[in-house]
């Protein structure tokens, strides 16, 4: 049995966000995509396009404190 198309993705997808390579995973969205982040938050809003969206987890990362 073949693996579903998708799961290729998914896979370069996540190798991406795990290294935090974040142009590697802005590839792999649509130019169109809009994020949506919901909440009252400094992240909530609509984000349109891959590299918006995309930088959203190192935004969370720069607001916490370790």
Known sequence: M???PHIAVFHRVLAA???GDMD???Q???PDVVWHIGG???LTGDYQGPTR???TPSRC???SSS
Do not use: C, P, Y
């Open 17 to 19: 966000f795990s290294v």
């Open 28 to 30: 792999e969205f649509h």
């Open 40 to 42: 009252r938050n400094l």
């Open 53 to 55: 969206g995309a930088g």
């Open 24 to 26: 590697a995973l802005a």
């Open 61 to 63: 990362s720069a607001g």
């Open 2 to 4: 073949t693996d579903h």
